[in-house]
């Protein structure tokens, strides 16, 4: 079975922290994925990764950035976190059949 | 961009019943995918479907991939308490590359 998994189930940060999120899957998927979800938005997504070292925007890619060094792990960064940030992000992960496979989520709390 | 179009947005059902529920878009799809997710959960996925026709069942779970290519439907049979939670579509098409278009979701209660 696929397994994505998430550093930490809940989080809870102050305004202007950095902010240090981890997502690792077992599967050598190449596709790795950020949302971020909101009661009465959905999800949408921050940025994807199709292959170690790239990296691309989606749809609100303001104030985030990622790291993926190697294929197993991407890393969502919140350079300076803010309110507004105060979410559910999830991560997932897809090889070329774009079946994507979701981790449990961080809930992030920003005071 | 590509939109889905889920229906119902929510249902609340006697335990026992069968449910339906279903997304559409204007745009092809290559692949239809449902989730379930739980309260405070990332989504779980139920069924992949890759070919237009497509019938695939998972336990009581049972979603097809329309002939246009352009819907699909999730259909849950003799519902239990357990079934509650919401039931996202989500598709990727060919221009879209790796990324999904989803679904609003469906909100399923059942009563016991």
């Known amino acids: 079975d696929v397994k994505v998994t998430q550093s930490s189930r809940y989080l809870v940060k102050r305004t202007g922290e950095k902010v240090f999120l981890e997502c690792v899957q077992d599967m050598d998927h190449e596709n790795m994925f950020w949302y971020r979800q909101d009661p009465g938005l959905g999800l949408r997504l921050i940025y994807f990764s199709y292959d170690v070292k790239m990296k691309e925007k989606g749809d609100i890619p303001e104030g985030y950035s990622v790291s993926r060094e190697k294929k197993e792990r991407f890393s969502l960064i919140l350079e300076s976190a803010s309110t507004n940030q105060t979410s559910m992000y999830l991560c997932?992960?897809?090889?070329?059949?774009?079946?994507?496979?979701f981790g449990p989520g961080t809930r992030l709390t920003v005071l | 961009g590509q939109q889905l179009n889920q229906s119902p947005q929510s249902m609340f059902i006697q335990e026992g019943e069968d449910v339906s529920m279903n997304c559409t878009s204007s745009?092809?799809?290559?692949?239809w995918l449902w989730y379930k997710q739980d309260p405070g959960e990332g989504p779980v996925l139920l069924i992949a479907l890759y070919k237009a026709g497509e019938l695939t069942s998972n336990g009581r779970l049972t979603a097809q991939f329309g002939i246009t290519r352009k819907d699909s439907f999730l259909n849950i049979s003799a519902s239990i308490p357990s079934d509650v939670g919401i039931y996202f579509c989500?598709?990727?098409?060919?221009?879209?590359?790796?990324?999904?278009?989803f679904g609003e979701g469906t909100q399923l209660t059942v009563n016991p």
């Open positions: 745009s092809i799809f290559n692949t």
């Open positions: 997932a992960s897809s090889s070329r059949t774009d079946t994507q496979y």
């Open positions: 989500a598709g990727s098409t060919k221009t879209s590359g790796s990324r999904l278009t």
